[in-house]
């Protein structure tokens, strides 16, 4: 199993410029979520999904769209880049909770992102 | 709200231990705990449920504290290997979403 895999793995964007970052996981999972990393700030959560055709906003929506077409799939998408959204982006995936349970959430490999 | 991590930094020579302290302000479900390595994407250690049992592998454990909404990770006999930023999350609603604190960063010295 690859478990969460992301693409891509860097990325220098212009002010303006669009871009899809791709999500895929191969344990069925029915949660995924997006976040950004930034210097002293911990992961913080963009927008998240509890199964396919399902979308939610996070923490820091603003900026950011999404779309979960497929169970296994997540993308992220920047409409019109800014410097402000220069950072690493983590896709994560997880079991749905059960009562008296917790899962983990698998963590992508990241992509880091850098909008000039 | 982010969870309040303490202490922000620690080093620590090998065979050494640490303690790692996390708090909320909400009530939570869950603590789940994480190690980061520089360059790479954090990994999971352990997860802590309300009413649930402390928890721990090898030399690492953690802890619960329901009434004060905290949570302790405990690294006895420090390896070189624990090297690295550590980040509980904490689940208070639905979705487990999780709301991470803003690390600790840990480093172990010969």
């Known amino acids: 199993n690859a478990g969460v895999t992301q693409t891509p793995k860097f990325r220098v964007l212009k002010t303006g410029q669009s871009m899809t970052l791709l999500c895929a996981q191969d344990?069925?999972?029915?949660?995924m979520y997006w976040y950004r990393q930034d210097p002293g700030m911990g992961l913080r959560l963009i927008h998240y999904?509890?199964?396919?055709?399902?979308?939610a906003k996070g923490e820091v929506p603003d900026g950011y769209n999404v779309s979960r077409l497929k169970k296994q799939n997540f993308l992220l998408g920047l409409e019109s880049a800014a410097p402000s959204q220069t950072s690493v982006y983590f896709c994560?995936?997880?079991?749905?909770?059960?009562?008296?349970?917790?899962?983990?959430?698998?963590f992508g490999p990241g992509t880091r992102l850098t909008v000039l | 709200q982010q969870p309040v991590q303490s202490p922000q930094a620690v080093i620590l020579r090998e065979g050494e231990d640490a303690v790692i302290n996390c708090s909320s302000s909400?009530?939570?479900?869950?603590v789940h705990w994480y190690r980061q390595k520089h360059g790479e994407a954090p990994v999971f250690l352990m997860i802590?449920?309300?009413?649930?049992e402390q928890k721990g592998h090898e030399k690492i454990s953690a802890s619960f504290n329901e009434k004060k909404q905290q949570s302790s990770l405990y690294l006895t006999a420090s390896q070189l290997s624990y090297s690295g930023t550590y980040f509980c999350?904490?689940?208070?609603?639905?979705?487990?979403?999780?709301?991470f604190g803003t690390g600790t960063r840990l480093q172990v010295t010969l």
């Open positions: 994560a995936s997880s079991y749905p909770r059960l009562a008296g349970e917790g899962y983990e959430q698998f």
């Open positions: 344990m069925n999972h029915e949660y």
């Open positions: 999904s509890v199964g396919e055709g399902t979308t």
């Open positions: 909400k009530a939570l479900y869950s």
């Open positions: 802590l449920l309300k009413g649930g």
């Open positions: 999350g904490t689940e208070a609603g639905t979705a487990s979403k999780l709301t």
